[in-house]
């Protein structure tokens, strides 16, 4: 029998609807993983801090808010970061802007047409994690 993989994924998102498809996928993949889930940005980098996940999924617009401050956060401390939103281009656009490109921690996929290939990439991270691990 496979070894359950312990893993941490935090989500943010301010669509209630989005949030529990999203929790959903997550606790398909991993049973008996944690999944934290906050609806604002605005502390999310000491949150990233506290609960040290392996994954972050992350919606792009929060009302008037986005969450373009974190990029450079995010790719700074190689946080593995999937931007699963419904303007994937905006992400792109400002990780180019800002970084020059957009970092390999960093992935973007479209709400629209992207839903299996986020959660699928996700698991094959976490994975990999655990076999570095043995």
């Known amino acids: ?42 502390t999310a980098a000491l949150e990233i801090e ?7 999924i992350m919606d ?5 808010h986005t969450s373009q401050d974190l990029i450079p956060y995010l790719a700074h401390n190689k946080i593995e970061t999937y ?12 990780c180019r802007r800002m970084l020059g490109k957009t970092p390999k921690n960093i992935h973007v996929y479209s709400k629209q047409s992207d839903r299996p290939a986020v959660f699928n990439e996700i ?8 076999c570095l691990k043995h």
């Open 50 to 56: 506290f609960f040290q996940p392996h994954a972050v």
């Open 1 to 42: 029998m496979a070894k359950e993989i312990a893993s941490r994924v935090m989500v943010f998102e301010d669509d209630p609807s989005t949030q529990l498809l999203v929790k959903k996928q997550v606790e398909k993949i991993f049973p008996h993983g944690e999944i934290r889930i906050l609806n604002q940005v605005y």
């Open 123 to 130: 698991k094959k991270y976490i994975r990999s994690l655990e």
């Open 60 to 64: 792009f617009h929060f009302g008037r």
């Open 83 to 94: 931007f699963y939103t419904s303007s994937p281009e905006d992400v792109r656009r400002l």
